[in-house]
């Protein structure tokens, strides 16, 4: 069974920067869409951002021209380069991945926190 392992969040100041990258823990499989979603405290988890095979992006509005999401198809590993990070940014963002099954896998999580 395949897994996506994140690393990269951690505390920042506002107006910094800061590289979050998702890999898949095996290859072998084909992997369509590839995502980064996020959960505040007491809110729902929201995308962030998206990105097919072909390399087609959908951003939500609040990242637009700030967030860039990219993937390596070789590696089975996505990336999100967050720059011009605000205080309302500060959630637990979540990798996902749509298999050439149709099933969605979800990475554990990792911490972004934005200070003012």
């Known amino acids: 069974q395949v897994q996506l392992v994140e690393s990269g969040g951690g505390l920042v100041q506002a107006g910094g920067s800061l590289r979050l990258s998702c890999a898949a823990s095996?290859?072998?499989?084909?992997?369509?869409?590839m995502g980064w979603y996020r959960q505040a405290p007491g809110k729902q988890r929201d995308l962030v951002a998206t990105?097919?095979?072909?390399?087609?992006?959908n951003y939500a509005d609040s990242v637009k021209g700030r967030f860039t999401i990219s993937r390596d198809n070789a590696k089975n590993t996505v990336y999100l380069q967050m720059n011009s990070l605000k205080p309302e940014d500060t959630a637990v963002y979540y990798c996902?991945?749509?298999?050439?099954?149709?099933?969605?896998?979800w990475g554990q999580g990792t911490q972004v926190t934005v200070s003012s």
């Open positions: 996902s991945a749509i298999l050439s099954s149709r099933q969605r896998i």
């Open positions: 095996r290859s072998g499989f084909t992997i369509n869409s």
């Open positions: 990105i097919t095979s072909s390399g087609s992006t």
